[in-house]
């Protein structure tokens, strides 16, 4: 478990700026080609409204194939018990809006009525310094694969330009990997920044 840091409504703040934008892996992808594909990673953020609070939507796409993510998500993020916790919510009928993290015309279509919360699955964060922490709530995000009832261990590390990330599923009685990266994280360097588009009202 985290130790307890008290955090901000700056603090939070800031991680949605951070998070928000266009991020690639492309360095890692050229220089380990067999061990890490190209990928894009979105962060755009909602309107207020959608939240009564700071929210980002998310998308993950193979770069030779924009326009059709392999993940797609709605954060909000919330102080809770000094730290800032990200709730995450899937999409019903993700691909009806598919590329919403480039186009904002498609995002503004998501209505808070066309999400569902996945329960046990929030990230926790903590700030220490230059940069922002984070990991999966416990061990009961669970996700069917290949017939494999796993549980989510994921683990983030934010800067205001870089994004690392290493999820992996672990089998639900033995604790072994099941899916996710056996060469490390996943490091993204920020191509575009959508900081402008978080709104300042808490």
Request: aromatic content about 14%; some cysteine; charged content about 25%.
């Amino acid at each position: 478990m985290m130790d307890k840091a008290e955090v901000t409504s700056n603090d939070l703040l800031t991680l949605a700026r951070w998070m928000a934008g266009d991020f690639s892996n492309y360095k890692q992808a050229s220089a380990s080609p067999k061990d890490f594909a190209h990928i894009h990673v979105f962060f755009r953020p909602l309107p207020f409204d959608f939240f009564s609070g700071i929210g980002l939507y998310s998308e993950q796409v193979y770069d030779y194939d924009l326009w059709t993510p392999y993940r797609q998500g709605v954060h909000r993020l919330v102080n809770r018990d000094n730290h800032i916790y990200i709730e995450n919510f899937s999409l019903k009928n993700a691909m009806f809006y598919a590329g919403s993290g480039r186009n904002l015309d498609i995002l503004n279509t998501i209505s808070p009525d066309v999400i569902e919360r996945r329960h046990n699955c929030s990230m926790v964060f903590r700030r220490e310094g230059d940069r922002f922490f984070g990991e999966v709530e416990g061990n009961s995000c669970f996700i069917e694969k290949n017939g494999c009832q796993t549980y989510l261990d994921s683990y983030v590390e934010i800067t205001e330009t870089t994004w690392a990330s290493l999820d992996k599923g672990m089998d639900v009685h033995t604790h072994q990997q099941v899916w996710g990266s056996t060469t490390g994280p996943l490091k993204f360097e920020k191509q575009e920044s959508f900081a402008h588009e978080v709104p300042t009202v808490l």
